[in-house]
């Protein structure tokens, strides 16, 4: 059975920093064998795309407004992917996912094979 542990998160003020990290673990999961994105989830709205990088290139998309403020990165070693939050704002607040998919990078919510429990992220102003 596959494990996504998101922490990290908390309450800052606009302007400040974050930085959300997810473990993987599963006894037969192989982490280098999936890419990771990040998801974010405000109240009464959809899920959406945040963040994501690839298995081993470490190719990363982000979503357009979060383009320059923040960076997703991931390490293989530790099975651990994350994503560091600066220059937040109060509509970034949310509750943050990580999820893992086999082999090909997504920026599909659907396309994913497992999600964490997430985080809750509340930017004030």
């Known amino acids: 059975q596959v494990q996504l542990v998101e922490s990290g998160g908390g309450l800052v003020q606009a302007g400040g920093s974050l930085k959300l990290s997810c473990a993987a673990s599963?006894?037969?999961?192989?982490?280098?064998?999936?890419?990771m994105g990040w998801f974010r989830q405000a109240p009464g709205k959809e899920r959406e795309f945040v963040a994501s990088i690839r298995r081993s290139s470490g190719i990363t998309s982000y979503k357009d407004s979060v383009r320059g403020r923040f960076t997703i990165s991931r390490d293989n070693a530790k099975s651990t992917v994350y994503l560091q939050m600066n220059s937040l704002k109060p509509e970034d607040t949310a509750v943050y996912y990580c999820?893992?998919?086999?082999?090909?990078?997504?920026?599909?919510?659907?396309?994913?094979?497992?999600w964490g429990q997430g985080t809750q992220v509340t930017v004030s102003s």
């Open positions: 999820a893992a998919r086999f082999l090909v990078v997504t920026t599909t919510a659907s396309e994913y094979d497992y």
């Open positions: 599963g006894r037969t999961f192989s982490f280098s064998n999936y890419a």
